[in-house]
């Protein structure tokens, strides 16, 4: 299995069917914090993550689902969406408010690479949290060309989405026991985060709330327990996947 990593959606080629040399398996990020959020939803008994670029396409198809089993989930700028039910925090996505119901979601950057990729065959997405989860995952589809995908900053790098692509890259690497199946790097971009995994993987808090997204989360407001989550490696065995274009469903 070979594992390239882009570190935003822009930075990714166009998704070429696999009889070309596609992707047949596409992983995307966003620690801070839409995938954490994803992951921790379906946890908590959501019945699906419908995923938009653009707010007036989620208005759209959430007013067609009934009321009482939808919420609104929208953040720009690391802040709430004025009038929808939740923004991006995973830690607001509790049992009772999300059980059953299917979460419109929309964010910053996390949501246009879930765009990006949503042609390759099988689509999940991952955090720190389920960073060997998504390995697993990976390894038992047979995939033989894996793209990483981080959501970055508007278009830039991020610090925090390339650190949780080295986590699974990583981990994918430490599953790969078996002497047919072997894990390598696709990139240099892929080679880059796989180092910079190791040398935070101790102290991933630190690492997420010294990037340049941690400290505009922190300049506006508290979000300890939103990094506290965000950080914690391997405290999900959960994977969200793709089941229909831009509907991520648990598995």
């Given at each position: 299995m070979q594992i390239s990593y882009f570190h935003t959606s822009e930075a990714v080629p166009a998704v070429l069917p696999v009889a070309e040399g596609g992707p047949d398996a596409a992983v995307v990020i966003d620690v801070l914090?839409?995938?954490?959020?994803?992951?921790?939803?379906?946890?908590?008994?959501?019945?699906?993550?419908?995923?938009?670029?653009?707010?007036?396409?989620?208005?759209?198809?959430?007013?067609?689902?009934?009321?009482?089993?939808?919420?609104?989930?929208?953040?720009r700028g690391g802040k709430r969406v004025d009038g929808y039910d939740l923004g991006n925090s995973p830690l607001a996505?509790?049992?009772?408010?999300?059980?059953?119901?299917?979460?419109?979601m929309s964010t910053t950057n996390g949501t246009r690479s879930l765009e990006a990729v949503k042609a390759v065959?099988?689509?999940?997405?991952?955090?720190?949290?389920?960073?060997?989860?998504?390995?697993?995952?990976?390894?038992?589809?047979?995939?033989?060309?894996?793209?990483?995908?981080?959501?970055?900053?508007?278009?830039?790098?991020?610090?925090?989405?390339?650190?949780?692509?080295?986590?699974?890259?990583?981990?994918?690497?430490?599953?790969?026991?078996?002497?047919?199946?072997?894990?390598?790097?696709?990139?240099?971009?892929?080679?880059?985060?796989?180092?910079?995994?190791?040398?935070?993987?101790?102290d991933t808090e630190t690492c997420l709330r010294a990037a340049s997204h941690g400290q505009r989360l922190i300049g506006i407001g508290n979000h300890d327990a939103d990094f506290a989550c965000c950080a914690a490696v391997d405290s999900l065995m959960i994977v969200p996947i793709q089941t229909s274009p831009g509907v991520l469903q648990a598995s």
């Open positions: 914090r839409a995938t954490t959020t994803i992951a921790w939803s379906l946890q908590n008994g959501a019945e699906a993550i419908q995923a938009f670029a653009d707010l007036a396409e989620l208005e759209a198809a959430a007013a067609a689902w009934p009321a009482e089993q939808r919420l609104r989930a929208g953040e996505v509790t049992t009772e408010l999300v059980g059953g119901k299917r979460i419109f065959p099988l689509l999940v997405t991952a955090a720190l949290p389920n960073r060997t989860a998504v390995a697993r995952r990976l390894l038992d589809s047979g995939a033989a060309r894996v793209w990483i995908v981080g959501s970055g900053w508007e278009g830039d790098y991020s610090l925090e989405d390339s650190l949780a692509a080295g986590a699974v890259i990583s981990a994918a690497m430490e599953l790969a026991v078996s002497p047919h199946v072997g894990v390598s790097t696709g990139n240099d971009e892929a080679l880059a985060a796989l180092a910079l995994w190791q040398q935070w993987r101790h």
